[in-house]
């Protein structure tokens, strides 16, 4: 059982919107930065969006992050089919003193 | 180009040990704190551990403390991961990855660690 919470599946037809939710709590996300992680089938996860909304150079602007109390979500408009992977969030704990992951959210484009 | 590539991984009996190691570069290895990350087969990402630029604050997650010792030598630019008293459920690929302020910027390939008998 992960520490932050996602739905395992998500899907969207091309140029669709979509969002991925990451609940946490207090002593993670309601206090610290969020990450969200994509991982393509069969390659190391990558960096997509750091300190709830910022984006690493190279990550186009149809992904975005956001937080709001003891919750984080990303979003990706304008679907494509190069965006199917497996989407991470991430934060650190204070209560635990070390990194959580959510379990991970399957993306399907239709 | 940053660079990250992990080695070390095999085949071990439980109760065995391993030393995974990391090789930097393209970037200041000694200025960054790193992390190792690992995935077992077909599941989520799990954080292992976590290693200060000068390697004087060190965490761990509470399924690894007292089995793995995480290690830096800033002058050859690596990482280490020992782990020892393994177990099957310690099979999983293992990543190191570059901490920049809090945030997994880079990750290496990973390499696998298969736990068995």
């Known amino acids: 059982q992960s520490v932050l919470t996602q739905p395992p599946s998500a899907s969207g037809t091309p140029g669709q919107r979509v969002t991925i939710s990451c609940s946490g709590s207090s002593s993670n996300i309601g206090t610290n930065t969020v990450s969200w992680f994509q991982q393509l089938p069969g390659t190391a996860p990558k960096l997509l969006i750091y300190?709830?909304?910022q984006r690493p150079s190279g990550v186009p602007d149809r992904f975005s992050g956001s937080k709001s109390g003891t919750s984080a979500s990303l979003a990706i408009s304008g679907l494509q089919s190069e965006d199917e992977a497996d989407y991470y969030c991430a934060a650190w704990d204070d209560s635990l003193d070390g990194w959580v992951f959510g379990g991970g959210t399957k993306l399907t484009v239709l | 180009e940053v660079q990250l590539v992990e080695s070390g991984g095999g085949l071990v009996q439980p109760g065995g040990s391993l030393r995974l190691s990391c090789a930097a570069s393209g970037f200041t290895f000694s200025s960054f704190n790193m992390n190792w990350v690992r995935q077992a087969p077909g599941k989520g990402l799990e954080w292992v551990s976590f290693?200060?630029?000068?390697?004087?604050?060190?965490y761990y997650a509470d399924s690894v403390k007292g089995r793995f010792t995480i290690s830096r030598d800033n002058a050859k630019n690596s990482l280490y991961l020992q782990m020892n008293s393994l177990r099957d459920e310690d099979t999983a690929v293992y990543y190191c990855?570059?901490?920049?302020?809090?945030?997994?910027?880079?990750w290496g390939q990973g390499t696998l660690v298969t736990v068995s008998s």
């Open positions: 300190s709830h909304n």
């Open positions: 990855a570059r901490d920049r302020n809090g945030d997994f910027d880079f």
């Open positions: 290693i200060s630029s000068t390697g004087d604050t060190i």
